[in-house]
């Protein structure tokens, strides 16, 4: 059966889905997007992701074409009309089709598109851990909008897979950010440090998931930047992110992170993200 399409408010097979040229997500990147995680058939941390969607959008002065209410309605209605039972939900909206030209169009209506993937979770990789460098973060200085300009972590994430490794650590001028899709977190001495989130980060769902979590099982935790230095040092590093969720990472410009192998502190959390999934 074909993989059913959610665009511009009707259900279509996806070989159905025409994309206009002068969309302009596709000539200037033009829009905003989620990605939601799916487990059990059921969209992870909705209201988190619709409320940093209103976010983005608002940020670059995007009109949603509907409530958050009937966009999370239609969402599920796509994870059911597909048989999604574990996999991501992407949600794209863009600013509408217009000739080419960097004003706004006056006359332009936003175009909504979503479609479903069935993938797996990462069970083998949360369990070995990812090897990771660091590079320059060149992007803009609105991360805490999720829009579709996303060309420089596509760069930083080819990097790394040049390099031989799986993700690239992000740092402005030595201050750790994120990496190319995920946020980063390092374990010193039992404590849980992580970047604050303001407009260098995307401010991740699962990042957020994670620091409650980590509250309830009592882990000291501080939202504060770290430097390159502390990275390298660092007892444990840990990656969260909606396809990745506690990813450890046991390596670093090829140097080895503590031990080599996923630490407790982090191993503690993935037990826990486990039970919430589960709940």
């Known amino acids: ?6 665009y511009q408010d009707r259900w279509l097979p996806a070989d159905e889905v025409r994309i206009s040229p002068e969309d302009r997500g596709y000539y200037f990147g033009d829009g905003v997007y989620e990605v939601f995680r799916v487990y059990g058939g059921k969209l992870f941390e909705a209201d988190a992701h619709f409320a940093r969607l209103e976010k983005s959008a608002a940020g670059i002065r995007i009109r949603l074409p509907h409530s958050t209410e009937v966009l999370k309605r239609r969402m599920e209605e796509l994870v059911r009309r597909n048989g999604l039972q574990e996999g991501t939900v992407y949600l794209q909206i863009t600013r509408g089709e217009a000739p080419r030209s960097h004003l706004f169009p006056r006359d332009a209506d936003p175009v909504a598109m979503a479609y479903c ?3 797996k979770r990462p069970i083998a990789a949360m369990q070995t851990g990812y090897k990771a460098i660091t590079a320059e973060d060149v992007r ?3 991360c805490d909008y999720k ?20 993700d690239a650590v992000l740092h402005r001028g030595g201050t750790v950010t994120e990496s190319s899709a995920s946020n980063v977190m390092i374990v010193k001495d039992g404590s849980l440090i992580t970047h604050p989130a303001n407009h260098l980060i995307l401010h991740g769902i699962t990042r957020a998931v994670v620091l409650r979590l980590a509250a309830r099982a009592e882990i000291p935790t ?4 770290f430097s390159v230095h502390e990275l390298l040092a660092a007892d444990e590093v840990l990656l969260t992110g909606t396809t990745i969720e506690v990813m450890p990472v046991i390596e670093v410009d090829g140097r080895t992170v503590g031990t080599g192998v996923p630490g407790p502190v982090t191993r503690r959390l993935q037990q826990e993200f486990e039970r919430v ?3």
């Open 117 to 119: 993937t069935e993938t």
């Open 222 to 225: 501080e939202e504060r930047s």
């Open 277 to 279: 999934i589960h709940a």
């Open 140 to 142: 803009w200085l609105h």
């Open 1 to 6: 059966m074909s993989q059913i399409y959610w």
């Open 147 to 166: 829009t579709l300009n996303l060309l420089a972590n596509v760069l930083a994430k080819q990097e790394a897979a040049d390099r031989g490794a799986d």
